[in-house]
């Protein structure tokens, strides 16, 4: 297992600093590039040639995505869902505002962790999150992690070490130099289109007393570096509670776009280039397209379509659901024991909406040591003409990267162990 370790920028998204699994491999791929078909397969995404002009698809598929910043500038908060009994709320900010820039001097994003202190005394469940984004202009996501209490002194001297409020950290919290993403250490999220989650009744996630909690902000600068104060609410109960404990399993893919015929001989439609760019704008460890070679079994075909199949070494029982992708996203599935009688599909996006990324609630699906999950997306180059964030910018080689230009493919499980 301590062969498949990569670098700590496996994915800015969760957090998972180093890859730990064990087994992961088959995925997929076809290079053509246009518009997607309404209908595919019951597990695989097609990727067939197709004549349907790209513009007559983008008002059903990215009418958010045009200028997601813009469009939830002024979004009123979701009304809070009502307390169960034996529930509290404690709310989190951070301590004065941050103004965003890049870190590394290019580029257009930054990602910023930020420490709170929820003044455990004791031990308590965990049972929903609210984030309350400050500035949704420059916010395109944030995640919220659990710090221990070994681990409170590590974050203030990391905080202590970078002007002004909090600390860069691409790739995860930076406080843990391995992870795993069989049980990622985050606790809650917001993307666009996300509002409070809340556990089913009977289930949490345990933080200890003395716990701190890490925002970790991701900004987006394509409008404008402004300052944010964005804010969490966490749903709490008393520690001693009879509640099952629940997990974050993350299912990432690569993602291997390369440039359409008519660009390919653009300055970063070459796979090394475009490698350089992101490194250039995220440091040295922002290898994460590379690192997913070793999760899932080897370099795949550069393609609109990836999938990564992960082999389960344990039983686990799937709750929940949600997908992640950028704006070149155009679908994304997960499917649990592909191609066998037992197969399921747990998430089923056929036209991905970057707006819309609240997890999904499921029906449970029990799995067994031995059963597998395969997470599937597809990306497209034709988006960017289209999309007024890629505007004055060629096609590139897309590679996994934490920009908001940059391409991700992420599935996430919420799950319970025996």
């Not at 998972?16 to 290079?31: E, I, K, P, Q």
């Not at 040639?49 to 979004?75: G, K, L, Q, R």
């Not at 067994?368 to 034709?382: E, F, L, N, P, R």
């Amino acid at each position: 297992m301590s062969g498949l370790r990569a670098t700590r920028s496996l994915i800015a998204l969760c957090a998972a600093a180093v890859l730990l699994l064990t087994s992961c491999g088959g995925n997929s791929a076809s290079s053509d590039d246009s518009p997607t078909a309404a209908t595919q397969s019951p597990s695989e995404i097609a990727d067939p040639s197709e004549s349907a002009d790209p513009a007559s698809e983008v008002s059903e598929t990215h009418t958010a995505n045009d200028d997601h910043a813009d469009d939830h500038a002024d979004a009123k908060p979701a009304k809070p869902v009502k307390l169960r009994a034996g529930e509290r709320r404690a709310s989190l900010a951070m301590p004065a505002a941050y103004t965003p820039s890049a870190p590394f001097g290019a580029g257009t994003d930054d990602y910023r962790c930020f420490l709170l202190d929820p003044e455990l005394a004791q031990d308590e469940w965990l049972t929903g999150t609210t984030v309350q984004p400050g500035n949704p202009k420059v916010v395109h996501h944030v995640i919220l992690f659990q710090v221990p209490p070994e681990q409170i002194a590590a974050a203030k001297a990391k905080d202590a070490q970078e002007d002004g409020q909090g600390w860069t950290c691409f790739g995860g919290t930076g406080l843990d130099a391995f992870q795993t993403v069989d049980d990622a250490p985050w606790i809650g999220a917001w993307a666009p289109g996300g509002k409070e989650s809340v556990r089913k009744p009977g289930y949490g996630v345990k933080l200890r007393a003395g716990s701190g909690i890490v925002m970790q902000v991701h900004y987006n600068l394509l409008a404008g570096a402004e300052p944010d104060v964005s804010a969490a609410q966490l749903r709490l109960a008393d520690g001693d509670r009879d509640m099952e404990q629940l997990h974050t399993m993350l299912m990432p893919a690569p993602v291997e776009l390369p440039c359409r015929a008519e660009y390919a001989d653009g300055p970063l439609c070459d796979r090394d280039a475009a490698m350089l760019d992101v490194m250039s704008r995220f440091g040295a460890e922002a290898g994460t397209a590379n690192a997913l070679y070793l999760l899932c079994g080897g370099k795949p075909k550069p393609g609109q379509v990836q999938s990564c199949t992960r082999t389960i070494n344990e039983p686990m029982t799937i709750h929940a659901v949600a997908g992640h992708m950028h704006l070149l996203g155009r679908q994304i599935r997960i499917e649990t024991n592909p191609g066998t009688p037992e197969a399921k599909m747990v998430l089923d996006i056929p036209v991905w909406d970057f707006d819309d990324q609240g997890a999904r609630d499921i029906e449970p699906v029990a799995l067994a040591a031995g059963d597998t999950v395969k997470v599937t997306c597809k990306h497209v180059q034709w988006l960017r003409d289209q999309l007024p964030s890629f505007e004055g910018q060629p096609d590139r080689y897309v590679v996994w990267g934490e920009g908001t230009t940059d391409e991700m493919c992420l599935g996430t499980l919420q799950i319970t162990r025996p």
